[in-house]
């Protein structure tokens, strides 16, 4: 089972402090109308489709939050594939307070929750070949920890989780340095070289390039990971090959091959094919659909 950093659990405390907040403002004045403030229950959140949970964890600080005397009890493991109609977890204590934080644990739980099935259906889509799914930075903002835990819960990996912990030098940073370099392929090497002077050895050091000879230029100056973006399969298989060369002359692990750029779950494993290292998909959280979960009460 996959397990929460300290640092995605400080951000969960902190987001989910921020969520209840957004949503029960000065207090549910539904609940705290029509039920007895001494009033208990007992309910069960069901998932309505297939698919594989992730965020239980978040469901259980959400409920702490609300209420010390809320007890919630997970009937399944984090990263469990399940059925519809599946029981996922029990919750039991004061009615009111698991009504206040009925919507925001479902929330966490229904999104993070499609992340994983979709990172799950990726990996199972690359047809057994050596190659890693990853997340980029494409996230919902302030969810960007939970959400790449959901990856790796859902079988993924985690690309950087920010600007600040490895270099990646963009299409955007080459072409503002063209002009001083002189073209693109120059632009490479200048930007991997002032990097590299920046961060020493450190840090990765990647570069997005678009053609073979911005591959060659990247593995010359000593780039980390060579992200293949928008490349035709037939020239990923050419830079893929001229990377691996590069690694078995050096002896080292490195320049690693990332493909990117236009990569449906349809072309998995076609790309896979080609022997990329990695392939980094955004929609794995940008535009992932929650999966239907209900808290059922008793």
């Excluded at 985690?158 to 600040?164: A, D, K, P, Q, V």
């Excluded at 692990?253 to 990117?260: M, V």
Aim: glycine share 8%.
């Amino acid at each position: 089972m996959v397990e929460m950093t300290p640092s995605e659990r400080s951000a969960m405390s902190e987001v989910v402090a921020i969520a209840l907040r957004e949503d029960l403002g000065s207090g549910d004045v539904t609940s705290e109308s029509v039920l007895s403030a001494s009033a208990t229950a007992r309910g069960g959140i069901v998932s309505r489709v297939p698919g594989v949970v992730a965020g239980l964890p978040v469901v259980r600080e959400v409920f702490r939050q609300i209420s010390e005397r809320i007890v919630f009890q997970p009937r399944i493991e984090e990263g469990s594939c399940v059925q519809a109609g599946a029981r996922l977890a029990e919750v039991s204590g004061p009615a009111v307070a698991i009504l206040a934080g009925e919507r925001v644990a479902l929330n966490f739980l229904q999104r993070l929750s499609g992340i994983a099935t979709l990172a799950r259906r990726c990996v199972e889509s690359l047809g057994g070949y050596d190659c890693r799914i990853l997340d980029t930075r494409k996230t919902t903002p302030c969810l960007r920890a939970l959400e790449k835990y959901a990856v790796r819960v859902g079988g993924g990996c985690n690309h950087r989780m920010g600007l600040y912990d490895q270099v990646l030098i963009k299409d955007n940073h080459l072409r503002l340095l063209a002009g001083e370099a002189g073209d693109l392929c120059a632009a490479v090497r200048l930007a991997v070289e002032r990097a590299r002077r920046r961060v020493g050895a450190t840090m990765l050091i990647e570069v997005e390039v678009e053609t073979l000879d911005m591959v060659d230029a990247a593995i010359e100056v000593g780039a980390d990971v060579i992200m293949l973006d928008n490349m035709s399969e037939p020239d990923m298989r050419e830079a893929v090959r001229r990377i691996r060369r590069c690694r078995t002359e050096s002896g080292r692990p490195y320049p690693i091959s990332e493909a990117s750029g236009g990569i449906t779950i349809e072309r998995l494993e076609s790309v896979a094919a080609t022997g990329v290292d990695t392939i980094s998909l955004g929609a794995l959280t940008h535009s992932v659909r929650s999966l239907d979960m209900a808290l059922e009460m008793t």
